[in-house]
């Protein structure tokens, strides 16, 4: 689909993701592939900031939540018990003129605000003749809507035939719950409890755009939630309120968060209900970070039939066997880390020049404190050096010796560091070293040695 309009503000961001060493271009060297991106050295450290504060809050800090890591090939029989074999579809229409090729739902979704999710695909095309809607690239006409499948299939083994296919996972949820009853039996959890998994997914996404918001390879932070039938309503309202929470707490703006109900239409086939929780991105639009959906006992049911292997439960007090239902909080890192880095980029007059300032809570920020000697000469590396390494050892930190201090300054401004400490040539007298606090641009003298403790009060 052809790219809205990017926003200035947007696009001085990706410049600064690239300068800086948070996302490049995937193959950037053979001008890119397939709207890939790779996180740098320092978009490494925010995801790894975003996973460690999800699986602290929804896995170490509960009782009943157990991790899970499963494979990202798996027997094709997943998918076909799944249902992702037969309906993981999008509606595909190509441009007579062009041949470009657009998922028909989004188009309309653009063109007229309705969300025509999950709908037959007569209707995808009586909605795009009646709105008249053309081809966003050349304006010619658009046929028929077909279905075009969204999982990446490959081979396993040597041999390329029918019976050596598998698929990339599209969600890390089928893993959790083909390993149910392992999971429930070797930890000897009891309903209700749940099973977090954090990592790689794949879809073949007829249209990506928006930078990293929609991609074919994306990283998702899933929970299936196991209760008994009846109280998944409850459990809805508790995982959309940790849901909010874990956001917030993040950083992202309140303002900018809102949930939104699915339509009976556009639920997916596992779905009874599902809420979306949507951020309101620079493009002026709201693009969803988590789903919480009630899958009932779809999947156990699934897999149970498929494999004939039993997913029952036994409640230990009433001897009663049934197949727990579902709440599912399902959450993207990739689109967490682009809200968070939308929401935190600002840009300040200061004395007649602008400063850019990636203003991150000190949790997400890839790193917490940077170290400046004002020169390289050796009385003063004499404290920069082993002041450093005593912080690093403490918190992702950074030494940096070249360029002015202003200079340096606007480099740790724009990645977001909150605290960089210069180190002078009073240090050698005093022995003190200069803190300067990214947000208010206040400086304290600090005495070498009350410094971590100082920064622990801060940090944490
Ligand atoms: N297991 C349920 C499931 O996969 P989903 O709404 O399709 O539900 C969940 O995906 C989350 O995964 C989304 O809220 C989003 O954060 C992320 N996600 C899905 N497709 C994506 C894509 N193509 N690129 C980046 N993130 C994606």
New binding site residues.
Partial sequence: MASETEPASLQKLRSLCKRRGLIFQGSEIYQGFANQWDWGPLGVEICRNVREAWWNKFVTSRNDMVGLDSSIITSPRVWEASGHLDSFTDPLVECDRCHGRFPGDKLIEQETGEDLAGHPLDEIDEHIRKNEIACPNCGGELGEARRFHLMFKTHVGPVEDEGSVAYLR????QGIFYNFALVQNSMRMRVPFGIAQIGK?F?N?IT?GNW?????E???M?IEFFVEPGTEMEWFDHWQEETWDYFRTLGLSEDKMRWREHSEDEL?HYSSR?A??EYYFPWERWG????T?SRTDYDLRQHQETSGQSLEYQDPMTHEKYLPYVV?P???????VLALLCGAYREEEVRGETRVVLALKPDVAPCKVAVFPLSRKDNLTAISNPLFDDLRRRWPAMLDETGSIGKRYRRHDEIGTPYCITVDFDSIDDRKATVRHRDTMEQDRIALDRIPAYLEEKLG
């Fill in positions: 599209p969600e890390t949820a997914a879809r996404e990506t990293i918001f929609r991609t074919r994306f990283e998702q899933e997916s599902t979306d929780l969803e970070l988590q789903g959906a599912e399902s959450f993207g890192v990739n689109r967490t």
